[in-house]
């Protein structure tokens, strides 16, 4: 199996540009996460889909962040207008069953800088 | 919320020793996992664990449900087990979101 797919890896862009993450999960994995992770705050869960629907979205910071899954083999983490304030690494990661009873399946991350 | 603690914050070795990892966090779970974070970023699962033991290779991880606590220990250390090592865990009892730890940055000197 190829594993989670996160494209791209790296991403330099200027302060108020659009910026689309997205996210192949792993074939016939239910559940689909999406975590940022910082120095200063560590890993952290922005939004998790289960079945392509959005059950929590408590994580995602501002109205600038969304996300979508627009079927089982993809899913994208959209930011407009970006800040430097999102540079970060954005993992996403998915796993086959509930998230909490099965181990879950990290992409390589996408390194995002914000100028 | 769960609150999540591991100790030490840095570990530094000398090849061979016996590491041990600590995690405590304050709410009752179904399971528990430890991830690996390897120097170029990528993060690997390295168990879940809802009771008792698992071992998996020089890796042991543990977990004490009625204490809340859940130890990892690496027998023999190599080189390549230099990693941060990030326990997780869901708010509550059968959650599907993972609260982290801030890790514990592992160094093992040849």
């Known amino acids: 199996d190829a594993g989670v797919i996160q494209s791209p890896r790296h991403e330099v862009t200027e302060m108020g540009q659009e910026v689309t993450l997205r996210c192949k999960p792993i074939?016939?994995?239910?559940?689909l996460f999406w975590y940022r992770q910082t120095m200063m705050r560590g890993l952290e869960l922005l939004i998790y889909f289960n079945n392509n629907v959005p059950i929590d979205d408590s994580g995602m910071p501002e109205d600038r962040f969304s996300a979508k899954m627009p079927n089982a083999s993809f899913s994208t983490l959209k930011i407009q207008p970006s800040e430097p304030r999102d540079s970060a690494v954005y993992f996403c990661?998915?796993?086959?069953?509930?998230?909490?009873?099965?181990?879950?399946?990290f992409g390589d991350g996408t390194r995002l800088s914000i100028l | 919320k769960n609150e999540v603690e591991q100790s030490p914050q840095n570990l530094t070795a000398q090849e061979g020793e016996f590491i041990t990892i600590n995690c405590s966090y304050s709410v009752g779970i179904s399971a528990l996992h430890w991830l690996q974070q390897h120097p170029g970023g990528g993060i690997v699962s390295l168990f879940m664990?809802?009771?008792g033991k698992k071992k998996h290779g020089r890796l042991i991880a543990t977990i004490n449900i009625q204490e809340k606590h859940s130890s990892l220990h690496i027998t023999a250390s190599h080189p390549r087990d230099s990693a941060v090592y990030i326990c997780?865990?869901?708010?509550?009892?059968?959650?599907?979101?993972?609260?982290f730890g801030t890790g514990t940055r592992l160094t093992i000197i040849p």
């Open positions: 664990l809802s009771s």
């Open positions: 990661a998915s796993s086959p069953g509930r998230g909490a009873d099965q181990p879950q399946h």
């Open positions: 997780a865990v869901p708010p509550s009892f059968g959650n599907e979101k993972l609260t």
């Open positions: 074939s016939g994995h239910d559940y």
